[in-house]
């Protein structure tokens, strides 16, 4: 078993765009900026995008936070989205989800520039990428993609089983792995909570990637020997004897799951920091495109 090690290669990713951006500096260039924008205070939110915000900043790149209260309004957010937009100073940037339940999340991702939607979930972005033209893909399938590429695992002709469907990870995983190219050329099916018998489905998988958010869903008796198992699950554990409160799981029970596996992904340490790695490479993205439009 070999475990796909996701804060070794997203520091390594990290690392080669430090790489570039000094290079940027030295020609006397302007460095990618990068803005987040976060409404109210969930917890889970404020962790992400300070950990988002510190990373922009260790790599070299320009960073604006901009915190909005909870109870901002709709129209005040779409107003915020429009400045970024017209900004352009501002490469790329994200609204960080969920959204405060009175603001219309599709809206205001509409509202986003695909010029600079490097989460990628404008629908520009997400149609471009289903029919493989140059576009952001989302972070999380971006970083699935590059893990299994840097650890150079075989998916050609593999049966993949995606578990969930959500627009941010389990469909476009499914897209980008059935499309042609290097850690893709899967035989992919696509599985959700209306699935009868997930069991005899992932029975059959060479590479399970599990992202519905419950702990524990996929156990050893789900998995073929030599499994390849991507676990995209973040789920907050609470926990009062440690000092935080709670701990993070995955959705997969990896100590009895990695006995079979050839490759796991640990949670944490797997794909949440390739998240933020591939936001950072598409807003270098972002900054390259730019440039390119204003020469
Ligand atoms: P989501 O929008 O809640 O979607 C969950 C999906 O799982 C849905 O398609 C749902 O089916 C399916 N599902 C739920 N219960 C199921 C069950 N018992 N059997 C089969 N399918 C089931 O979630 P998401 O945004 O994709 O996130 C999924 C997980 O990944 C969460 O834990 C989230 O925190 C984590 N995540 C991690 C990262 C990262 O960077 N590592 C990034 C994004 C998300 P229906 O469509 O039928 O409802």
Redesign the pocket.
């Known amino acids: 078993m070999k475990i796909l090690d996701g804060r070794k290669v997203s520091n390594q990713i990290k690392e080669e765009i430090a790489i570039e951006v000094d290079q940027m500096k030295e020609r006397g260039e302007k460095v990618p900026h990068l803005a987040a924008v976060l409404v109210g205070n969930d917890g ?1 939110s404020l962790t992400y995008v300070g950990s988002k915000v510190r990373s922009c900043k260790k790599i070299g790149f320009e960073s604006t936070l901009i915190h909005l209260p909870e109870d901002t309004s709709e129209e005040t957010l779409l107003q915020q989205v429009a400045n970024l937009n017209a900004n352009d100073d501002i490469d790329g940037y994200i609204v960080q989800l969920p959204l405060p339940k009175h603001i219309d999340e599709q809206k205001v991702l509409m509202a986003v520039h695909p010029d600079k939607d490097v989460d990628g979930f404008h629908p520009t972005n997400f149609g471009k990428m289903a029919l493989d033209m140059e576009s952001f893909i989302p ?2 399938p971006f ?1 699935i993609m590059e893990l299994l590429r840097r650890y150079e695992v075989d998916t050609e002709g593999k049966h993949t089983v995606v ?8 469909r476009p995983i499914s897209i980008l792995m059935s499309q042609k190219g290097k850690a893709a050329n899967a035989t992919v099916t696509l ?5 009868k018998d ?1 069991k005899s489905m992932t029975l059959q998988a060479d590479i399970i990637v599990s ?4 702990p524990n ?1 996929l156990k050893a008796d789900m998995v073929k020997k030599d499994v390849v198992v991507i676990d ?4 907050r554990v609470p926990d009062e004897t440690r000092e935080r409160g709670y701990y993070i799981t ?2 997969v029970d990896f100590e009895a799951v990695k006995e079979k596996a050839s490759y796991i992904t640990p ?1 944490p340490g ?7 790695a591939m936001l950072l490479k598409n807003t270098l993205l972002a900054r390259e495109r730019h440039k390119q439009k204003n020469a």
């Not at 578990?163 to 389990?170: A, L, M, T």
């Not at 797997?270 to 933020?276: L, S, Y």
Request: charged residues 10%; without cysteine; aromatic residues 2%.
């Open positions: 889970a972070a999380t970083g578990i969930g469907r959500s627009h941010i990870v389990g599985t959700h909570s209306r699935t997930i992202a519905l958010g419950v869903f995209v699950g973040i789920t995955g959705d949670v797997g794909v949440g920091p390739m998240t933020i």
